[in-house]
DNA sequence: ATCGTCCATCGTCAATCGACGATGAAGTGT
DNA sequence: ACACTTCATCGTCGATTGACGATGGACGAT
């Protein structure tokens, strides 16, 4: 028989990649607790960061740039170091489009 | 110089893995995209999701249980085919451990 | 100019993910 | 018993992730 597409059978939407996007950030727990740390403004140097983690230098600075590029964190450089701070409006972004799943 | 371990240099504690839990199973556009489906009604069963998505059988079937691993999805076996539901407690609660990361 | 510090990046490696076809288990209908 | 449907699982493959040591660039101090 000859079957017809009636669907759409469309893939996600902008939305969906906004959200998995962010949430792929998260979906490391090394990254949830950096950013908890970012926000509780414990630290904001990437040195300091590594003090307070069971990580490799290299490591920490990975996960920051994942945090970096996904827009929850912001990084300035302040001589040779590097600030980081996180993004509290796109963190709200993010809550946002998680609440909005419920419609 | 000796150095002295003076912070705990601690890892993530069991919210951050909640929370990472959850996300990976959201960190991926198409789950997003099914689990909106499963929140509108517009699909319980899995071959129905097969039709609306591009995507073969047996990946939307792994999707399924990423999401049902994470408890964001139930899923009961009704006569040949599976019956699927979003778990909106399940949503309710990543979406406080979210918005808890502000405090 | 030469250190030493701080950090990003490179290269590598094992492990995991995402997608699929193929197979099999469980149920329904004849 | 047999065929058919529906779905989960297996096995495979390429791509990505996560971790690290090593390297190098930028800056501050001597």
């Given at each position: 028989?000859?079957?017809?597409?009636?669907?759409?059978?469309?893939?996600?939407?902008?939305?969906?990649?906004?959200?998995?996007?962010?949430?792929?950030?998260?979906?490391?727990?090394?990254?949830?607790?950096?950013?908890?740390?970012?926000?509780a403004?414990t630290?904001?140097?990437?040195?300091?960061?590594?003090?307070?983690?069971?990580?490799?230098?290299?490591?920490?600075?990975?996960?920051?740039?994942?945090?970096?590029?996904?827009?929850?964190?912001?990084?300035?450089?302040?001589?040779?170091?590097?600030?980081?701070?996180?993004?509290?409006?796109?963190?709200?972004?993010?809550?946002?489009?998680?609440?909005?799943?419920?419609?």
């Open positions: 028989m000859i079957e017809v597409m009636t669907t759409t059978s469309a893939g996600p939407d902008q939305l969906d990649l906004a959200l998995a996007m962010g949430a792929k950030a998260l979906a490391h727990p090394m990254r949830v607790r950096i950013l908890r740390l970012l926000l403004r630290e904001c140097v990437c040195g300091g960061l590594v003090d307070e983690l069971p990580l490799a230098q290299a490591t920490v600075s990975q996960h920051l740039k994942v945090l970096k590029a996904a827009g929850l964190v912001r990084g300035e450089v302040d001589g040779p170091r590097t600030r980081y701070c996180a993004d509290r409006d796109a963190i709200a972004r993010l809550q946002g489009l998680l609440g909005a799943l419920g419609q």
